[in-house]
């Protein structure tokens, strides 16, 4: 048995960050406006050499392919 290719799959992931504001605009009565901002799977700080750290079934990593990154801009108007 030998250690040689154990990795360290230790990792810190940025997942999810989600902002809004909301706001009423007075000149046309009981209208809201939103605007947000929501972006899933940011940034992950490893030292790991592969795609990802997250490894399948019993710890091996098949070269799977890594988590994708979104975005989501939106507004509401709400009258």
């Given at each position: 048995m030998s250690d040689h290719y154990v990795a360290?799959?230790?990792y810190l992931r940025?997942?999810?960050i989600s902002l809004g504001?909301?706001?009423e605009i007075r000149k046309i009565a009981n209208t809201k406006l939103r605007l947000y901002l929501n972006v899933d799977n940011i940034y992950t700080w490893t030292k790991y050499a592969g795609y990802s750290?997250?490894?399948g079934?019993?710890?091996?990593?098949?070269g799977g392919i890594p988590r994708t990154s979104t975005a989501?801009?939106?507004?509401?108007i709400t009258f």
């Open positions: 360290d799959g230790s940025l997942q999810n504001y909301t706001t750290p997250e490894v079934l019993e710890g091996l990593d098949f989501t801009l939106g507004l509401d």
